[in-house]
């Protein structure tokens, strides 16, 4: 790929990941993980060409100019992002594949001080979240996902998203839990309100909870629609009345009032200093 079509497609992909983009000319000059790549792609030559010094004093003056430090002798594959930038840190040995997102403080870094493949291998379609660490010799299979400030440091499977310190996976994809999500989802929407984030991937344990509440209260109204019908095929009259319609600004306007009525007391306090 010449260089002007791989700078079409670095563009292109930012477009893609980054809603904030507003034109070519923008991103040329204001997006400093593209340019810290840029620069990392001629350091990286200089590198493999044995040009050591020179590709190192190129990476110090990139990560100068855009807070991203990147060894140049990272392997790093096409459509790569680092969003924001600031503070990411990649290793000598790390590699990197196609249409990988990183946010910013990202470490890809190593665990020991013996030379050798020490730093992390990441496949295509990786995300890391804002701060993560990955650490050592691993490897974030095609797909992975890792939650913010996350240390990483054992191998990630295929299409698995890893939180927390040490990183756990936190989901693994299933027919089941694709199925699961798409129920809440109606069943948040029946109730009057956006089930967002209450998915299988998300390790929030009230977005969990409310999920959980969703499951049980699609099985009693299936339990009570099944009562009804039955009821009704032996000639009762029951369940003939729609339940009344949820309004998510009632409870707004609920919450609102309690609210002022906290502010209202910590008015009337009066401290003595």
Known sequence: MGVIARLKDDIASIYHRDPAANGTIEILFNYPGMQA?????????????????????????????????????????????????????????????????????????????????????????????????????????????????????????VDTTVVGIPGRVVATPSAQSKETSQRRTEMAKKYGFDAYAVSPDNPDPVANAIGQMLDHMHLMDSKVQEVCQAVQTLGGSVCTEKLPELDVEDFSDAENAAAQKRQKSLDEFDPII
């Open 37 to 157: 790549i840029w620069i990392h792609r001629v350091s990286n030559k200089l590198w493999v060409r044995n040009w050591r010094l020179s590709a190192r004093c190129l990476s110090t003056f990139s990560r100068w100019l855009t807070g991203v430090e990147i060894h140049p002798g990272a392997t790093i594959g096409d459509r790569f992002f680092i969003d924001h930038g600031m503070g990411v840190v990649i290793g000598e040995t790390a590699e990197i594949g196609n249409d990988c997102t990183l946010y910013h403080g990202v470490t890809l870094g190593g665990t020991t001080w013996q030379s050798g493949k020490r730093h992390p291998t990441l496949g295509n379609n990786v995300v890391i979240g804002a701060g993560a660490k990955i650490l050592g010799p691993i490897t974030m299979n095609d797909g992975a996902r890792v939650g913010s400030n996350s240390v990483v440091v054992k191998d990630v499977p």
